[in-house]
């Protein structure tokens, strides 16, 4: 029994609730309003075994979730549209003990090309490709970038196209690579873990940060329920890493807490990656499928 999240109109819904259960034979459930307590619910009331969602979606749900919740039909969580972050990976396996497997997918090779599996899974880390597929990261000249360097994602399988009319799109496809759009790095045993979108990565007085780095950081922070990390322009540094937070109830948003959460960055990575700005926001912006529109949050400054 399939349950998700995502609207069957995206590849990642189109999989997960269609292709793959028509695949082997299984039914899906579909719901009109897929918010995380519903599918808490729907996967206690059909006895569920596979969930697909984004990153921000377990986390709800997670929250969402008595005392008496009851999950023990769910045989795997599968997350995609945006990267797992260590400590949602980390609480979910905790309060579940339900595997969660992190992806990478994208509409233009339909589904998840790089993924952790059942047996070979750690928080952090994306993965390898999915049987069919190979990748490399490649530098700016597309020659292949050495172990443990941050470089961009290359894809190629059975699966692959590009927008026709889109201009963005034109180097999407090179020498029969599919150009993700992704910063990764890839570690000496082969593993690929997910750094930014290229045009995500913040450039702050000539140091390069990732804001999914920053992001992991903060969500462990007891007081934060949900964030997102971003660059703001700034005329003394070009730009400063800004973060927009959703707070646990009772927690004040004020310069104390923001001060907490900037020493937390400070205590725990790089000090020169903390937060300069600190915004508190009730609700992230997201897409239908549960990711972050970063966009939004840069019109917020």
Not at 181 to 187: I, K, L, N, R
Not at 260 to 276: D, E, F, S, T
Request: hydrophobic fraction near 40%.
């Amino acid at each position: 029994m399939f349950v998700g999240s995502p609207p069957i109109a995206f590849t990642f819904g189109l999989g997960g609730l269609a292709v793959f259960p028509l695949r082997f034979g299984a039914s899906a459930v579909l719901i009109e309003s897929a918010t995380p307590p519903n599918l808490v619910k729907i996967i206690e009331a059909y006895k569920a075994t596979v969930c697909f969602t984004a990153p921000t979606a377990y986390r709800a749900m997670l929250a969402a979730m008595d005392e008496g919740a009851d999950l023990s039909s769910l045989r795997v969580a599968i997350s995609a549209g945006e990267t797992l972050p260590a400590p949602v990976y980390e609480a979910w396996t905790k309060r579940t003990g339900v595997p969660i497997l992190d992806g990478i997918g994208s509409t233009e090779m339909l589904h998840v090309f790089i993924a952790n599996r059942l047996h070979d899974r750690r928080p952090g880390v994306t993965g390898t490709p999915v049987p069919g597929y190979e990748a490399k990261i490649v530098d700016q000249d597309f020659n292949e970038a050495p172990r443990g360097t941050v470089g961009r994602l290359a894809v190629q399988g059975p699966t692959g196209c590009r927008y026709l009319s889109d201009a963005r799109q034109r180097e999407y496809v090179r020498n029969g690579w599919n150009l993700t759009g992704d910063a990764f790095t890839q570690d000496d045993e082969g593993y690929f873990q997910f750094v930014a979108r290229n045009d995500d990565m913040i450039i702050s007085a000539g140091y390069n940060i990732a804001g999914p780095e920053v992001e992991a950081v903060l969500l462990a922070h007891e007081a934060v329920s949900e964030c997102a990390v971003i660059g703001l322009p700034d005329e003394e540094r070009g730009q400063i890493v800004a973060a927009f937070v959703v707070l646990k109830p009772d927690i004040l948003p004020d310069e104390a807490t923001a001060m907490r959460l900037q020493n937390h960055v400070k205590a725990n990575i790089a000090p020169y990656k903390y937060p300069r700005a600190i915004r508190f926001l009730e609700a992230l912006p997201k897409t239908q499928t549960g990711k972050i529109q970063r966009f939004q949050l840069r019109s917020l400054g």
